[in-house]
């Protein structure tokens, strides 16, 4: 027994040596391709430390609640730190359904103004919700990026969420209003970033870089986004010049598209059961333009869209995104 034991030592120990030399001679294994629009579906920087618990309450402006750096990160009891921004929130939204449909509110936040890796849902008609609802439970809408968690988890809620859970969220979501969530900025230069939690964050020690064809959209405070605070929002860096290539786009004017206002209404605020585009987040805006076009996202209502993005490059779904974005919710 014991010579049994020591010989499974030496092997163990010879198999750990091998494996190390392997792992370090070995290089990564290659991501698989990305989309051509890395910056709308970011993935996530691999060998970041994950973050740090130290126990202490934690505050945010506006807020007598207090939490530590991790207890906000339950999928099945988001926090709430400012109750008074909304009407009481369906249990489905405040708390999910476990196992299978986490709370709506941890993703889009209690109010719905929601994160770039996701999707806002403050004020879009309950009418779309459910429609959508009823798209990612057939398993019409998918992303074009298999690698990204977020989208894979949406398509999990939605494929479990019933339609009465559906409707209750969506009544609630589409009973408040939009605020302003988004600053659109266009510059040259850029922090250098990171990608944590699907989000793009400063690089710690890092420099400034040129934009290139990007657009970089980062919390304002990431202390405050990280704790998840339905009052601290974001900041979009987008290429100089793309506002206004993108509203030439929208509008129609070259015949690449068709005019957005059609259907999406006068100020892009929505119109009837259609959505609105303006002010939310051109990360998810163009993650959604390009699903259409790669036809990942074919829902009920999608052919109305397949004209609009049959002939858009990358570079006119960015410009779109952060024209979309530049304007009042
Ligand atoms: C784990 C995070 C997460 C949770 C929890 C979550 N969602 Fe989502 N949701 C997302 C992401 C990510 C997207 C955007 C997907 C993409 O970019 O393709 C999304 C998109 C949506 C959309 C599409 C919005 C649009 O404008 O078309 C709807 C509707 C939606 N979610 C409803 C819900 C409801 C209702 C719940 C609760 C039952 C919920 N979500 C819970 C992550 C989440
Ligand atoms: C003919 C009507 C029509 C026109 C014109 C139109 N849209 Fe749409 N759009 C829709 C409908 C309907 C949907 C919902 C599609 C679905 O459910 O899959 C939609 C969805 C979208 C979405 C996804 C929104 C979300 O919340 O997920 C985006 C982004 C979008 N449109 C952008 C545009 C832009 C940009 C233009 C102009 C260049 C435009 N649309 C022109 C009808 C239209």
Not at 51 to 76: I, K
Not at 194 to 202: A, P, R
Request: aromatic content about 8%; proline content about 11%.
């Amino acid at each position: 027994m014991k010579n049994t034991n020591t010989f499974c030592m030496i092997a163990l120990a010879c198999f750990c040596k091998a494996a190390v030399v392997f792992a370090q001679t070995t290089p990564p294994a290659p991501m698989q391709p990305q989309t051509p629009l890395p910056w709308a579906y970011a993935l996530n920087t691999p060998g970041l430390p994950p973050p740090v618990e130290d126990g202490e309450s934690r505050h945010v402006p506006d807020s007598e609640l207090a939490f530590t750096f991790t207890q906000p990160r339950n999928l099945y009891a988001p926090p709430d730190w400012h109750p008074e921004d909304h009407p009481e929130m369906p249990p489905i939204v405040a708390g999910g359904r476990n196992p299978g449909v986490f709370a709506c509110a941890y993703c889009h936040l209690p109010n719905g103004q929601g994160r770039p890796e996701n999707a806002s849902l403050v004020g879009l008609p309950a009418e779309y919700i459910m429609q959508q609802m009823a798209d990612y439970r057939a398993g019409l809408r998918t992303s074009s990026e298999p690698q990204m968690g977020p989208p894979a988890n949406m398509r999990a809620v939605g494929l479990n969420a019933t339609p009465e859970e559906a409707a209750a969220a969506a009544a609630y979501f589409a009973s408040m209003t939009p605020r302003k969530w988004i600053r659109v900025v266009e510059t040259a230069t850029v922090p250098e970033t990171v990608i944590s939690g699907s989000m793009f964050i400063e690089k710690e020690g890092g420099d400034m870089e040129a934009i290139g064809n990007r657009i970089v959209e980062m919390p304002e405070d990431l202390e405050r986004t990280e704790l998840r605070d339905s009052h601290s929002g974001f900041i979009a860096y987008v290429p100089i010049g793309s506002i206004a290539k993108g509203e030439a786009l929208a509008a129609g004017v070259d015949g690449k598209t068709r005019p957005c206002t059609f259907c999406h209404g006068a100020d892009l605020k929505g119109l009837g059961p259609v959505p609105a585009l303006a002010g939310r987040s051109p990360s998810y805006i163009a993650r959604q333009l390009y699903d259409l076009q790669t036809g990942n996202r074919k829902g009920l209502w999608s052919p109305l869209m397949a004209e609009v993005v049959a002939n858009l490059t990358p570079d006119d779904i960015l410009n779109i995104a952060a024209f979309t974005a530049s304007l009042e919710p």
